[in-house]
C-alpha cells in the first residue's frame, strides 16, 4: 500500500518561500499524477497543485503565479516550491496521488503544517 509523508512546512512571514516535499513509498509512482492539497482551519481540504505524468502542471487560481510543483521520479518524490507566502497560506499541506479523473488513490499522510504570520 502506497505511503506519504510529507515535510518542509513551518513558520514563515509574509512575503517569505518554503519548500515541501512528499515522498511515497509502496506504488509506482511514476504512473499516477501528484496533486499538493491543503486544509485551513474550518475549512474542506482543497487542491492547490497538480503535475501529471509527463510533467504538464495545473494550479489553483489562489496560488497561480506564486507556487511551483515539480516532481522527481527516481526519489519518488514530488516538491511544492511556495513564494509570496501569504497569511491565506495557512494550512495543513498534504500530497496524493491521482488516477486519470483525479481521484486520490492513496491514504492520506499526516501533512505538514504550514503558518505564515508576522
Known amino acids: 500500500q502506497v505511503q506519504l509523508v510529507e515535510s518542509g512546512g513551518g513558520l514563515v512571514q509574509p512575503g517569505g518561500s518554503l519548500r515541501l516535499s512528499c515522498a511515497a513509498s509502496?506504488?509506482?509512482?511514476?504512473?499516477?499524477?501528484m496533486g499538493w492539497y491543503r486544509q485551513a482551519p474550518g475549512k474542506q481540504r482543497e487542491l492547490v497543485a497538480t503535475i501529471r505524468t509527463g510533467g504538464s502542471t495545473n494550479y489553483a487560481g489562489s496560488v497561480k503565479g506564486r507556487f511551483t510543483i515539480s516532481r522527481d521520479n527516481a526519489k519518488n518524490t514530488v516538491y511544492l516550491q511556495m513564494n509570496s507566502l501569504k497569511p491565506e497560506d495557512t494550512a495543513v499541506y498534504y500530497c496524493n496521488l491521482q488516477d486519470s479523473v483525479g481521484t486520490i488513490v492513496a491514504p492520506w499522510g499526516q501533512g505538514t503544517q504550514v503558518s505564515v504570520s508576522s
Open positions: 509502496g506504488g509506482i509512482f511514476s504512473w499516477y499524477a
